[in-house]
């Protein structure tokens, strides 16, 4: 097997996304044979790579996992927790593989995740060029006006930059509560609640229904599910090939 950059390696071992990979190199953690590494520095399955002095175990042969979790208010998104606080993986029971989420849901937002041990996928789908759409069910009060509709449509100054135009759809209105349908297509830190609070709008719950064509659909809080074939199918088609080595 030929020699891989290590943040893919890593990745692919289901250690962590290849975007915490990057972070974990740089911050000086991550060693090839006892030696510190470098972004863009190669190895092989039969290396030793170790991070922060644990080895981590590159399998050469793997069962690839593609989960789809419905994660309720209360929980980080993260694989383990400094602070002792409930993570998405305690809602994870029988699964030997080791898997990490794509991407993050607030603490106190709730809603479609995806997991998995795949690193070229996670990393299709995390990639700003790939535009994969989310959508989100967003419960604001107090009433929305028409400007501030059209300012969350065409984009919101955040740190600097505009976001990139948004899909905003009243579902239902109602006196003191209205409930907004977003679907954007970048995925910046705590955008959506910062969309709303830029605009004047306090964020009373919020939900993501759909990540691509994939659709929470009648998963419960706290359920979890692998995708189905024509589920992968068409989140696959819809990051289009990830060639990164």
Same mark, same amino acid.
């Given at each position: 097997?030929?020699?891989?950059?290590?943040?893919?390696?890593?990745?692919?071992?289901?250690?962590?996304?290849?975007?915490?990979?990057?972070?974990?190199?740089?911050?000086?953690?991550?060693?090839?044979?006892?030696?510190?590494?470098?972004?863009?520095?190669?190895?092989?399955?039969?290396?030793?790579?170790?991070?922060?002095?644990?080895?981590?175990?590159?399998?050469?042969?793997?069962?690839?996992?593609?989960?789809?979790?419905?994660?309720?208010?209360?929980?980080?998104?993260?694989?383990?927790?400094?602070?002792?606080?409930?993570?998405?993986?305690?809602?994870?029971?029988?699964?030997?593989? @080791?898997?990490?989420?794509?991407?993050?849901?607030?603490?106190?937002?709730?809603?479609?995740?995806?997991?998995?041990?795949?690193?070229?996928?996670?990393?299709?789908?995390?990639?700003?060029?790939?535009? *994969?759409?989310?959508?989100?069910?967003?419960? *604001?009060?107090?009433?929305?006006?028409?400007?501030?509709?059209?300012?969350?449509?065409?984009?919101?100054?955040?740190?600097?930059?505009?976001?990139?135009?948004?899909?905003?759809?009243?579902?239902?209105?109602?006196?003191?509560?209205?409930?907004?349908?977003?679907?954007?297509?970048?995925?910046?830190?705590?955008?959506?609640?910062?969309?709303?609070?830029?605009?004047?709008?306090?964020?009373? @719950?919020?939900?993501?229904?759909?990540?691509?064509?994939?659709?929470?659909?009648?998963?419960?809080?706290?359920?979890?599910?692998?995708?189905?074939?024509?589920?992968?199918?068409?989140?696959?088609?819809?990051?289009?090939?990830?060639?990164?080595?």
């Amino acid at each position: 097997m030929a020699d891989i950059r290590i943040q893919k390696l890593l990745a692919d071992a289901g250690y962590c996304s290849r975007r915490r990979a990057e972070a974990l190199i740089q911050a000086g953690k991550v060693k090839r044979n006892g030696h510190p590494v470098k972004l863009g520095d190669k190895a092989s399955p039969k290396d030793t790579i170790t991070v922060s002095g644990e080895k981590v175990l590159i399998p050469r042969k793997r069962t690839m996992r593609y989960i789809m979790l419905h994660k309720p208010r209360g929980y980080v998104t993260t694989v383990s927790d400094e602070q002792g606080r409930r993570t998405v993986m305690d809602l994870l029971h029988g699964i030997d593989e @080791r898997v990490y989420p794509i991407g993050r849901l607030d603490r106190n937002s709730e809603g479609l995740l995806l997991l998995t041990n795949d690193g070229a996928f996670a990393n299709g789908i995390m990639h700003p060029s790939r535009h *994969v759409s989310k959508t989100y069910r967003v419960t *604001v009060r107090p009433a929305v006006t028409e400007e501030q509709l059209v300012k969350l449509s065409t984009g919101v100054l955040l740190d600097g930059k505009l976001t990139l135009p948004a899909n905003v759809v009243v579902d239902t209105n109602e006196p003191g509560r209205v409930v907004l349908l977003i679907t954007i297509k970048e995925g910046r830190n705590r955008q959506i609640r910062r969309m709303c609070e830029t605009v004047g709008l306090e964020v009373a @719950r919020l939900r993501r229904t759909s990540i691509g064509p994939l659709k929470l659909g009648m998963l419960q809080p706290g359920e979890w599910r692998d995708l189905k074939p024509e589920e992968l199918r068409a989140i696959r088609n819809a990051i289009g090939k990830d060639d990164a080595k």
